[in-house]
C-alpha cells in the first residue's frame, strides 16, 4: 500500500526502515545460504513466526512458556546463529 509521508523526518526514518529491512533480509539470506539451508528469509520467518508465548493467570500465580521448538525451527536458529527462545 502506498505510504504518504510530507514531513522530511518522516520520510527519512521510512528510508532508513526500508534500508535496515534489507540488510537484515540479505544477512539472513547469507547466513542461511553459509549453512546450506534451502529456506529463503522469508520461509525463514514464516516457521519461526509460529513460536508462541504465553501467559497464563490462575489466581493469584502467573505461569509462562514458549511453544515447543520444531526441528526445523532449531536449525534456523543455529544457521541464524541466534540463541533459541527459552
Aim: charged letters at 20%; proline letters at 7%.
Amino acid at each position: 500500500a502506498p505510504v504518504h509521508h510530507r514531513l522530511p523526518d518522516r520520510i527519512r526514518a521510512h528510508a532508513m526502515i526500508c534500508f535496515l529491512a534489507l540488510i537484515l533480509y540479505r544477512v539472513m539470506r547469507m547466513r542461511l545460504k553459509a549453512k546450506g539451508q534451502s529456506a529463503s528469509p522469508r520461509t525463514a520467518l514464516d516457521l519461526l513466526a509460529r513460536i508462541q508465548r504465553h501467559t497464563t493467570h490462575i489466581g493469584t500465580k502467573t505461569f509462562t512458556g514458549t511453544s515447543r521448538s520444531q526441528p526445523e525451527q532449531l536449525n534456523l536458529f543455529e544457521a541464524l546463529n541466534i540463541p533459541k527462545p527459552a
